[in-house]
T-cell receptor
Framework: ETGVTQSPTHLIKTRGQQVTLRCSSQ?????VSWYQQALGQGPQFIFQ???????GRGNFPPRFSGLQFPNYSSELNVNALELDDSALYLC?????????????FGEGSWLTVV | KQEVTQIPAALSVPEGENLVLNCSFT??????LQWFRQDPGKGLTSLLL?????REQTSGRLNASLDKSSGRSTLYIAASQPGDSATYLC????????????FGKGTMLLVSP
């Protein structure tokens, strides 16, 4: 049990639709990162939020966007869904500036785009 | 650009065997390295974290080593059990203030009774 919770656990969307995924970080953690994991692949970094500001982004198009709230929870939004967006989306929380600390992941949200 | 490779991609062993999973990375300027376990359809569970200044970490039957200069890490599992069956992922962090993980594709382990 990591203390990182994600919702929903599973969802199916149609190509072209929009989706919002949610994450509550571990208590005391002020940094949230999002990763996309396609089947059979390792997770790929999407972006990171620290104190409500995006402070790093991976190689993902602008239709992937996010928010972090004052309580450090976070949302991942994906617009204009494509079939290749089908994946497990993982949220990770950590304490900024202390990369010596372990990073904790949630159970993920499975997104299927049809 | 950092690249992380894990060998083998899949491994099947009988219960009780000791085994080694390998991880290599192209840029040795890492801050730390972390091993994770992932059960089918689930999130990631952290197993061991090795700082760049450390050579190894141990937790129960697990031992992870790090050779930063050669860009290699190994995860040793002693006396494997069927409950160890999972995918094991290796990931590195490059920047001390920016906790971004670069992952390998993982090693899928099956331990049969």
């Amino acid at each position: 049990e990591t203390g990182v919770t994600q919702s929903p656990t599973h969802l199916i969307k149609t190509r072209g639709q929009q989706v919002t995924l949610r994450c509550s970080s571990q208590s005391g953690h002020n940094t949230v990162s999002w990763y996309q994991q396609a089947l059979g692949q390792g997770p790929q970094f999407i972006f990171q939020y620290y104190r409500e500001e995006e402070n790093g982004r991976g190689n993902f198009p602008p239709r992937f966007s996010g928010l972090q709230f004052p309580n450090y929870s976070s949302e991942l939004n994906v617009n204009a869904l494509e079939l290749d967006d089908s994946a497990l989306y993982l949220c990770a929380s950590s304490l900024a500036g202390l990369s010596g600390n372990t990073i904790y992941f949630g159970e993920g949200s499975w997104l299927t785009v049809v | 650009k950092q690249e992380v490779t894990q060998i083998p991609a899949a491994l099947s062993v009988p219960e009780g065997e000791n085994l080694v999973l390998n991880c290599s990375f192209t840029d040795s300027a890492i801050y730390n390295l972390q091993w994770f376990r992932q059960d089918p359809g689930k999130g990631l569970t952290s197993l061991l974290l090795i700082q760049s200044s450390q050579r190894e970490q141990t937790s129960g039957r697990l031992n992870a080593s790090l050779d930063k200069s050669s860009g290699r890490s190994t995860l040793y599992i002693a006396a494997s059990q069927p409950g160890d069956s999972a995918t094991y992922l290796c990931a590195v962090i490059m920047n001390s203030g920016y906790s971004t993980l670069t992952f390998g594709k993982g090693t899928m382990l099956l331990v049969s009774p």
